[in-house]
């Protein structure tokens, strides 16, 4: 070692054991250093393991700035040209890593959350913690929100891992269902019925006269509802969810339960918008 220092011109002098107040330039730094780690971790919020990251950042920020006893940035004395500041971030910002394209799946998200850690040592970038990996990264593919802690999202999505979501039972909107049970129903009729009629559409009156049902007064409810596809209006009976929308299902609806159909009762012009009510009497 003494040998390689001459031969570069440096005077080597050691201090005495355990009196570190001779070495004074090494000393106040590594204060400085420390005061330095204590601002970062405090103001980010970042946990005190993080010490060394703080303190790998603090010192390339130190290295780029002027200092009271000159007035050229460390950087420049080494290197002989001047440093560029523009690429500088807050420690512990939040920070979106991107994801490459060549490893990135059909469904992955294009970029990672992550927090701000500091520079990249073996190449341009920078140093990332992703939150949900919980990895160190270095990359130039990032943006940063350099208003926004990034301890903070690791915070909130912590605490969303612990919600118990209770999911509604869909089984209960049984309702729902039969009503769109009875439209599809009638909608495979509508387009089957030309080619094979159902013979229990074509009731024998002389048979059913045996089992009427009683004269009973039937609510029919004339609604118009929102344009989806088609018509607009239905006709629906009070205290069903059934819903008819054409003359044909009207018709068949009144067959089925044996009901009076007279077409000139029902009105579908999309023109006339009243929503009214009316009664029919069955057969007797």
């Not at 420049?76 to 560029?84: D, F, L, N, V």
């Not at 992955?108 to 913690?129: L, S, V």
């Not at 009729?189 to 045996?210: C, F, I, M």
């Not at 089992?211 to 609604?223: D, G, H, Q, Y």
């Amino acid at each position: 070692m003494d040998n390689f220092l001459t031969e570069l011109g440096i005077k080597h002098e050691v201090t005495n054991s355990y009196t570190p107040e001779m070495n004074g330039v090494a000393e106040r730094f590594n204060l400085t250093a420390l005061d330095g780690i204590k601002t970062l971790l405090k103001s980010s919020e970042v946990p005190h393991k993080f010490w060394g990251e703080a303190l790998l950042c603090f010192t390339y920020a130190w290295n780029r700035i002027c200092h009271k006893d000159s007035n050229k940035t460390p950087f420049e004395k080494y290197s002989g040209r001047k440093p560029s500041v523009l690429h500088l971030k807050p420690f512990g910002c939040l920070a979106y890593a991107g994801v490459p394209k060549q490893i990135r799946k059909k469904f992955d998200m294009r970029a990672k959350i992550g927090i701000m850690m500091g520079y990249a040592q073996r190449t341009k970038g920078y140093r990332i913690w992703l939150i949900d990996e919980n990895k160190l990264v270095e990359t130039i593919n990032v943006r940063f929100d350099e208003n926004k802690r990034g301890i903070n999202f690791r915070q909130k999505v912590n605490s969303n891992l612990g919600y118990n979501l209770n999911l509604p039972d869909y089984y209960d909107d049984e309702d729902d269902f039969d009503r769109v049970k009875d439209s599809l129903t009638s909608r495979l009729v509508s387009k089957t019925s030309t080619e094979t009629p159902s013979t229990s559409e074509k009731p024998d009156v002389s048979s059913d006269n045996h089992s009427l049902i009683p004269c009973t007064e039937v609510k029919w409810i004339r609604n118009i509802g929102r344009k989806v596809t088609g018509s607009n209006v239905y006709y629906s009976i009070e205290g069903e969810a059934t819903r008819l929308k054409s003359f044909n299902e009207i018709e068949r609806y009144c067959k089925r339960h044996n009901i009076k159909y007279d077409p000139s009762l029902f009105n579908f012009r999309k023109d006339n918008t009243e929503s009214q009510g009316f009664s029919d009497l069955s057969e007797q």
